[in-house]
């Protein structure tokens, strides 16, 4: 059975002062919780990784990094690897934002390296696919998530499902307060769905767990969870107040 995963993207967000005070209140929320399946990740900035990983060691909470370098190392000033990375005791590290492509023009092919790099270094990567606005109104949504599958996936060796985590996040619905509906979303995770069966096989397809993330929330995480091929959010906003993520952890750990 796969996990539920709430997975919270800061982005550029939350000082020294706001990363304590929420550390603080998700350790009091998530007390004497129950999880079982349900996995919490935050993502914060590169600063406070380390201090995450601190607050919440040895228990279910986890801490991913935003993106990665595709290099091991060398002379690639402001850059910091996967593997110095996993020396934090990083699980996750998520790979392919739509920002990332869209601010710093990375290719399939340079998000294909990252996913590689990631995963030589013992991480999982929460590999973030979706199309523009643009493509979805032009009709060519399928053909764009498998292009980017097809592209960032080449010559990736998963064997159980339970190496990497995909994202997908249409792009239109990102920091904009409008989702895909249910349905939407589960139209193309069932896509997703379907090419990992007939790349790898059924059962690893039914094993890797697929998030959705589009201005994800309490008040839509219900029907997006509705979904028989939805294993959770890729969140935004909503992830960077403690009360609205524990909210979503709690709607995760009550609905399936």
């Known amino acids: 059975m796969r996990d539920i995963i709430i997975a919270g993207n800061w982005k550029m967000n939350k ?10 209140a998700i350790a009091g929320g998530l007390k004497g919780k129950v999880l079982g399946r349900v996995l ?37 000033t402001g850059e910091v690897s996967a593997t110095m990375l996993a020396s934090l005791g990083l699980q996750y590290c998520i790979v392919g934002h739509s920002e990332r492509r869209a ?18 270094s013992g991480m999982k990567p929460i590999l973030c696919i979706g199309e523009t606005l643009e493509q979805r109104d ?3 949504t399928d053909q764009v998530i ?25 792009v239109w619905a990102i920091g904009t307060g ?26 690893l397809a039914d094993n890797l767990s697929i998030l959705y993330g589009g201005s994800v929330k309490p008040q839509n995480l219900t029907e997006l969870l509705a979904m028989p091929d939805i294993d959770g959010g890729l969140i935004g906003g909503a992830s960077l107040d403690p009360e609205s993520f524990l ?3 709690d709607i995760a750990i009550n609905y399936k």
């Open 138 to 140: 032009g009709g060519i």
């Open 15 to 24: 000082d020294l002062d706001a990363v304590r005070a929420f550390c603080k």
């Open 178 to 203: 409008r989702n895909a509906t249910g349905e939407q979303a589960q139209e193309v995770h069932r896509q997703i769905r379907k090419w990992l069966a007939d790349q790898y096989n059924k059962e």
């Open 247 to 249: 909210k979503m952890v």
């Open 146 to 170: 498998l292009e980017q599958l097809d592209g960032c996936m080449r010559g990736v060796r998963v064997y159980t499902g339970k190496e990497l985590i995909l994202a997908y996040e249409p």
């Open 40 to 76: 919490p990740i935050i993502a914060p900035t590169y600063p406070f990784l380390a201090l995450m990983q601190r607050e919440f060691a040895g228990s279910p909470f986890r801490v991913a990094a935003q993106d990665t370098s595709s290099h091991p190392d060398g002379a690639f």
């Open 103 to 120: 601010y710093h023009h990375e290719s399939n092919e340079t998000i294909r390296e990252k996913v590689l790099a990631v995963m030589d």
